[in-house]
Nanobody
Framework: QVQLVESGGGLVQAGVSLRLSCAAS????????MGWFRQVPGKDREFVAAIRWDVTNTYYADSVKGRFTISRDNAKNTVYLQMNSLKPEDTALYYC???????????????????WGHGTQATVSS
């Protein structure tokens, strides 16, 4: 089991930055691939970014590429999402998720993640 707790959300103006954190605990959390998803009411959960357990690759949604950066500090069991140049359309509840390193499925699909946090709200005003 892996437990995930997100933090760092808030209310900001367009153009500024936020850094989300996801603290992981449980069995060998550093061996899990990690992802960030987001959701707004009435819409499906949307992939944002992901990072492999061994940090050999990262993945981004086209809508955030060049503005968001995912990283991880395995010594601290923490994954980060640095969000720059925020736009009102980035407003959402952001979820952290973990997947087994042995899962060969797509990093873009929420169905391939076994563990989820409760989310942190990021609201961007225009």
């Amino acid at each position: 089991q892996v437990q995930l707790v997100e933090s760092g959300g808030g209310l900001v103006q367009a153009g500024v930055s936020l850094r989300l954190s996801c603290a992981a605990s449980g069995r060998t959390s550093s061996s899990y691939g990690m992802g960030w998803f987001r959701q707004v009411p009435g819409k499906d959960r949307e992939f944002v970014a992901a990072i492999r357990w061994d940090v050999t690759n990262t993945y981004y949604a086209d809508s955030v590429k060049g503005r968001f950066t995912i990283s991880r500090d395995n010594a601290k069991n923490t994954v980060y999402l640095q969000m720059n140049s925020l736009k009102p359309e980035d407003t959402a509840l952001y979820y952290c998720a973990a997947r087994s390193r042995y899962n060969l499925g797509s990093y873009y699909s929420f169905g391939d993640y076994a563990y989820w946090g409760h989310g942190t709200q990021a609201t961007v005003s225009s």
